[in-house]
C-alpha cells in the first residue's frame, strides 16, 4: 500500500485554465503538506494543515486553494493556470506532535502548464 | 529567516570514490537537521537525521555530524555506489512556530561506473 499518495503524476493543461491535485495518506498522521520543486529543484513549502486546520500559508498567489476535508485527504486547486506554476507538486505527511521531524512524501504530480 | 545552503552541484563521482557534501544553516537555537534523498522519479525520503549538537546520524553507509559551532551538517560517505545517484536534500526543522521543514536547494549527485 502506497503510504502517501497522489493524483494525478502528470497533468499538462493550457494556461486560463484550473486543475485540481490530490492527495491522501494512510499513515494516520495528523499533518499534511504541499510542496513546490521547480526546475532547478528548489523545494518550497506551500501549505500546511494539522488537523484540517490550516497552520502554514507561505507567500502563494491566491489562486492557490488547499482543502483539507479530512485529516487523511489534502487537494490542490488552482485557478488560472500561468506558465510559472509549471513544477512538481509534492504531498508530504507527518506526525507534528512528534519529534522525529521526518515527513514522508509522496511521488509527485508534475504539471506542465502550456 | 531559517535557511540552509548547500554546496551546488550537479557533482559527479566514479564508483568507490569518497563522498563529501557540504550543508550549513542559519537557524534561531538549535533546530533538527536532516538530509533527504530523492531518487530519480520518486518522492523525497529520510536518509538520516541529528536533532542536538554533536549528534551524528547515520544510514546506508552515509553519515553527517550535527556542528553547532559551524552550524554545519555535511553529508559524507566513504565509497559511493552508482545506486546512489540522486538528488540530496539538506534540511532544517524549525524549533518554534509552525516547526516548518525549510530544505536546501538540493544537490545532485551522479556515480560512474
Known amino acids: 500500500d502506497t503510504a502517501v499518495s497522489q493524483t494525478p503524476k502528470y497533468l499538462v493543461t493550457q494556461m486560463g485554465n484550473d486543475k485540481s491535485i490530490k492527495c491522501e495518506q494512510n499513515?494516520?498522521?495528523?499533518?499534511m503538506y504541499w510542496y513546490k520543486q521547480d526546475s532547478k529543484k528548489f523545494l518550497k513549502i506551500m501549505f500546511s494543515y494539522n488537523n484540517k486546520e490550516l497552520i502554514i500559508n507561505e507567500t502563494v498567489p491566491n489562486r492557490f486553494s488547499p482543502k483539507s476535508p479530512d485529516k487523511a485527504h489534502l487537494n490542490l486547486h488552482i485557478n488560472s493556470l500561468e506558465l510559472g506554476d509549471s513544477a512538481v507538486y509534492f504531498c508530504a505527511s507527518s506526525h507534528r506532535g512528534g519529534n522525529t521531524g521526518e515527513l514522508f512524501f509522496g511521488e509527485g504530480s508534475r504539471l506542465t502548464v502550456l | 529567516g531559517d535557511s540552509v545552503t548547500q554546496m551546488e552541484g550537479p557533482v559527479t563521482l566514479s564508483e568507490e570514490a569518497f563522498l563529501t557534501i557540504n550543508c550549513t544553516y542559519t537557524?534561531?537555537?538549535?533546530?533538527?537537521l536532516f538530509w533527504y534523498v530523492q531518487y530519480p522519479g520518486e518522492g523525497l525520503q529520510l536518509l538520516l537525521k541529528a536533532t542536538k549538537a554533536d549528534d551524528k546520524g547515520s544510514n546506508k553507509g552515509f553519515e553527517a555530524t550535527y556542528r553547532k559551532e559551524t552550524t554545519s551538517f555535511h553529508l559524507e560517505k566513504g565509497s559511493v555506489q552508482v545506486s546512489d545517484s540522486a538528488v540530496y536534500f539538506c534540511a532544517l526543522r524549525q524549533i518554534q512556530g509552525a516547526q516548518k521543514l525549510v530544505f536546501g536547494q538540493g544537490t545532485r549527485l551522479t556515480i560512474n561506473p
Open positions: 537557524a534561531t537555537g538549535y533546530p533538527s
Open positions: 499513515l494516520g498522521h495528523d499533518t
